[in-house]
């Protein structure tokens, strides 16, 4: 074999591992462990926010996080949040905030609380709380 052939072969090995780790990734993210029970918790009476949409069923976990980034024309929240035990690992992601006036009064680097609420495939964030202004110390 070629120092050519070797160079291809090799690069084939190294994108293959590549794409097999980022499958797993997103794998991992989608679906919580089959062997822990999930931490879901139940809504609880009179707590939603004015315009939070309340499912007539599924499961609610329990967020804590910081804001990075608010989107207010696609009516999400950019969380950087601390793993949520039976659901998934800590990240950074988009969730869905359904109360467009919450939205205007959040900005980046507020900490906060929320309940991560799913439908099926679909997820969105509910009794949001901040916990911590940006650019103030929080009390935690």
Known sequence: MSGREHRNVNMRWWRSLAAASLLAS??????????????????????????????????????????????????????????????????????????ETLLATLQPGDEITAQVTMTGAHYWLENVGVTGRAGLTSHR
Do not use: W
Request: glycine share 10%.
């Open 26 to 99: 997103l794998t991992a993210c989608a679906a919580p462990p089959q062997n822990e029970a999930p931490a879901a918790v139940a809504p609880a009476a009179g707590t939603a926010a004015a315009g939070d949409s309340v499912p007539a069923a599924g499961p609610r976990y329990p967020l804590k996080g910081k804001i990075v980034g608010v989107d207010t024309a696609g009516k999400k929240l950019i969380v950087d949040h601390e793993s949520i035990p039976g659901f998934m690992s800590a990240m950074t992601m988009p969730y869905e905030v359904k109360n």
